[in-house]
């Protein structure tokens, strides 16, 4: 069971349940796990063929642990009602319905612990003429508005890998909900519903940008913008090894820095604000880029406050100086994990172990949510859950 104790993070004491899902939803419950909640993913019943070894490459099962149950036998949901009475929390990554034809339909869920959270992760929302279609976090992008304002001008809108919409308005917004409504439930004795849509978190990501169109500041074109690559101090340019590097100098003193750093004339560029310009100014400053390396330009930037850094890729990243020293990655079982984010003084998020295999840790499970020996052994011989361990 979690341990109550201060190193055991801030969630200590936080009961779980996540039913097992893609993406969005199980990277919430990592999240959680990381600061302490204890994190029971309830998975199917292992496939013929199925690798557990490649489990452990799932990061975003890190942290948690695992029970297998056949959720389409009676008595498989009957042992899921039974955990829930002593739960926090359950979360789930279905398509509106599934839960309800599961047998699970809040109410029920509810009825067995009225304190309970339910966080529901969906793209479309529980509701609207499209909430029981299927898509991606490209589609949830789409329709926001933030997928036509991301790419280069005249060329097809850039995908942001599926950070925005599956983490960002996903995710992240899921364990917000969840988290305010478990304080509210402690608060009150009731529980409820969080309907967390990717649709929705990334609407609400774009609130300044939906701003700055109404205020007349921001063209409804892609790459002409302050920051969506349209200005030349902010942006990427090639260096001369082949590399990149990002420049973010908006304002006026950074400014100012960059143009020092790259040796050009304040005198002989146009206005810094002249959009009229910057196509202009773009193609000089990538000239100047060029006549360097990148690892040139990061050294000749350094303590300009030029906002100046180097495009790294994922495999560079671990060893930059600055992520380095702070810990941003933890070694696991042979494994290079990211840190656990955000970082608290007090109670801090902790690595604790690896992704379970399906049905790793069922007869712990069952014992430390006080399910009898004799009853778990009967599931388990059942078929009803399956124990890896």
Known sequence: MTSSS????PLAGVRVLELA?????????????????????????????????AARFDFYNRNKR?????????????????????????????RPGVLERLGLAPARLLAANPRLVIGRM???????????????DINYLAVTGALHAIGEPDRPPLPPLNLVADL?????????????AVLQARQSGQGQVVDAAMVDGVTHLMSAFQAFRQQGVWEDRRGCNLVDGGAP??????????????VGAIEPAFYAALLGVLAIDPDTLPPQ??????????????????????????????GADACLAPVLSIDEAPSHPQLGPRGAYVEL???????????????????????????????????????????????????VVFDAG
Do not use: N
């Not at 969906?122 to 991606?136: C, F, I, K, N, V």
């Not at 308005?169 to 909900?177: E, I, K, N, P, R």
């Open 233 to 246: 101090f902010y942006g990427c340019y090639e260096t001369a090894d082949g590399r990149w590097v990002a």
């Open 333 to 383: 079982d042979g494994l290079r994990h990211p840190a656990p984010a955000p970082r608290l003084s007090r109670t801090p998020g902790t690595l604790r172990r690896g992704a379970p295999a399906a049905g790793e840790h069922s007869r712990q499970i069952l014992r430390d949510w006080g399910i009898a020996d004799v009853p778990a052994a009967a599931l388990i011989e059942g078929g």
């Open 273 to 302: 604000t002249d959009r009229s310009r910057w196509p202009a100014m773009r193609e000089r400053f990538a000239t100047v880029f060029r006549t360097r390396t990148r690892d040139e330009w990061v050294a000749a930037a350094q």
């Open 66 to 94: 695992s029970i297998a149950v056949d959720l389409k036998r009676p008595e498989g949901v009957e042992l899921l009602l039974g955990l829930v009475r002593d739960a926090d929390v359950l979360t789930e990554g279905f």
């Open 6 to 9: 201060a190193d055991a993070g």
């Open 122 to 136: 969906t793209g479309w929302g529980q509701d609207g003429p499209l909430s029981r279609e299927a898509g991606h």
């Open 168 to 180: 960002g308005g996903g995710a992240l917004y899921l364990a917000v909900g969840v988290l305010a």
């Open 21 to 53: 899902a893609i993406g969005p939803a199980p990277f919430a419950g990592a999240l959680l796990a990381d600061l302490g909640a204890d994190v029971v993913r309830v998975d199917r019943l292992p496939q013929a063929g199925a690798r557990p070894e």
